[in-house]
């Protein structure tokens, strides 16, 4: 018997999100883990925008940020808990999958 499992992994616990429902308890189960893209969209946070992953920030509002001429270190100073590398890479695949302009540099 198999059974797919969508989880997600949050401070270090993975947190079911469609529990199967055929399971019986002390079951053993294999669990394939997939890295998430650094842009994610979920109809359930921030009406299902497309937002930095395991975050609450819409892309698009970075992208918006960046055409004010604001710079990636004004951004970073301002929203401290985004590291440099996680909005350069959901920049980066926000253009190359989701169709947004590159941003120029501010």
């Not at 100073?77 to 440099?84: D, G, I, K």
């Amino acid at each position: 018997m198999s059974a797919t499992i969508k989880a997600i992994y949050r401070r270090g616990l993975f947190e079911p999100i469609e529990p199967p429902t055929d399971l019986t308890e002390n079951q053993l189960i294999e669990l394939e883990i997939h890295p998430l893209p650094p842009v994610t969209s979920d109809p359930r946070i921030m009406g299902g925008k497309p937002c930095i992953t395991g975050t609450r920030m819409p892309i698009d509002w970075v992208f918006q940020f960046f055409e004010h001429r604001h710079t990636l270190q004004e951004f970073l100073e301002l929203y401290p808990q985004y590291t440099r590398e996680q909005v350069e890479k959901a920049v980066q695949y926000a253009v190359d999958t989701l169709g947004f302009p590159q941003p120029q540099a501010g």
